[in-house]
Each structure stands twice: as structure tokens, then as C-alpha cells.
T-cell receptor, first 111, second 116 residues
């Protein structure tokens, strides 16, 4: 079945550093979404991507829809302590609206 | 706050008891989804509704689980005869399907279930 693998699994960075993470799939996706989840809370939508090659920003966050449609990337610039959390990529399974979520990237920011 | 809301936020119950969770979607959204998330994992799809119709159920949704959306607005998820393996975060999401824009899901804060 379709799986989404995220890399890295976790990372510690210094405040002010830029962060990059990616998400890869064994099959094509037509939509990529990036969510952030804080402990004990639901995922919050950060960026949604709908076209191959699309590059979209939301404040310090930038995400790209890979041209192969099998990957996506999320960059966070000038990280701050509140960027701590788990970042999930997600996409609809096989043309349906059942989202598959990636394995998550756990980000910790050191002040 | 006009986002997705869930109640209760936390539920502790003893094995064998029944529990019911409620989800109120974003008011104009016609689709409502339930997901389950266990520790260290991403959310997994359980079921979804379009208006009051339940259109799909995952094989993760055993016979002990039932979901309803009687008036096409709020939804309830009931688990009967709870088992320790049911301990998880239960997430609700909603979306607006059928408009010119994309059908993007927005999540609620979740209900954390602990079965003792």
C-alpha cells in the first residue's frame, strides 16, 4: 500500500537556524499537505500543495511539491522555540479523501 | 472560535465500558472524518461522512465502533466494550467538498482515550 516516509525522524537545531525536511512516497500523489502537531493537540494545517513543482510559502515556512509527484519538501527559516513539534506530511490515498500521514519529523529547537 | 471542536478532550475509562465522543465541524463543511492516532504514529483514517451519509469505513473500524452524523452537522463516535488497545487520540476533521476550491481537511484538537 501507499506509504509516506519522512526524513529526518527527529532533529535538534539551534534557534535561528534553517530547517529542511522531506517526505517521499512509493506512489504518485496529487496533493501534498504539511501539518504541525503539538503534544496533546490535533494537527494544524501549515501549507497545502496542489500542483507538481508548486512552491508555496506561509511566513517562515516554504514547501515544494516535487516534480515527480512522489515527494515534497518543507523548509523553515530562522527557527524559533515555538517551532518545536511534530511535522507531518499527508496526502489523499489513491484519489480518495482518506489522508495518509507520514511518519513525522520531530523538531526540537534549542534556545 | 470557528474551528473544529471535539468533546471531551480526555476520557479515562475501564475496560469493557462504552464511550462516546462528539465532533462539531466547521459550520459550512459538508464532509467529516474520523482518524485514530497512537503514540509516535501519524493519524490513521477510520471513516468519513458526506452530509449525513457514512460513505466509507476503514477495516480498522471494528464492529465495536460506530459513528453517526444524524443531521449532517455534528458527529459522534461510540466505542462499545472498550479494550486497552483502543487507547489512542481520536481526531475529527472536516472539509468543504464540491466547491471550486480544493477539499482540504482541518483537524480538531482530538479526544485522548485511556482504557485501564
Amino acid at each position: 500500500g501507499q506509504q509516506l516516509n519522512q526524513s529526518p525522524q527527529s532533529m535538534f537545531i539551534q534557534e535561528g537556524e534553517d530547517v529542511s525536511m522531506n517526505c517521499t512516497s512509493s506512489s504518485i500523489f496529487n496533493t501534498w499537505l504539511w501539518y504541525k502537531q503539538d503534544p496533546g493537540e490535533g494537527p494544524v494545517l501549515l501549507i497545502a500543495l496542489y500542483k507538481a513543482g508548486e512552491l508555496t510559502s506561509n511566513g517562515r515556512l516554504t514547501a515544494q511539491f516535487g516534480i515527480t509527484r512522489k515527494d515534497s519538501f518543507l523548509n523553515i527559516s530562522a527557527s524559533i522555540p515555538s517551532d518545536v513539534g511534530i511535522y507531518f506530511c499527508a496526502g489523499p490515498r489513491g484519489g480518495t479523501y482518506k489522508y495518509i500521514f507520514g511518519t513525522g519529523t520531530r523538531l526540537k529547537v534549542l534556545a | 472560535d470557528t474551528g473544529v471542536s471535539q468533546d471531551p478532550r480526555h476520557k479515562i475509562t475501564k475496560r469493557g465500558q462504552n464511550v462516546t465522543f462528539r465532533c462539531d465541524p466547521i459550520s459550512e463543511h459538508n464532509r467529516l472524518y474520523w482518524y485514530r492516532q497512537t503514540l509516535g504514529q501519524g493519524p490513521e483514517f477510520l471513516t468519513y461522512f458526506q452530509n449525513e451519509a457514512q460513505l466509507e469505513k476503514s477495516r480498522l473500524l471494528s464492529d465495536r465502533f460506530s459513528a453517526e452524523r444524524p443531521k449532517g452537522s455534528f458527529s459522534t463516535l461510540e466505542i462499545q466494550r472498550t479494550e486497552q488497545g483502543d487507547s489512542a487520540m481520536y481526531l475529527c476533521a472536516s472539509s468543504l467538498y464540491g466547491t471550486a476550491g480544493p477539499d482540504t481537511q482541518y483537524f480538531g484538537p482530538g479526544t485522548r482515550l485511556t482504557v485501564l
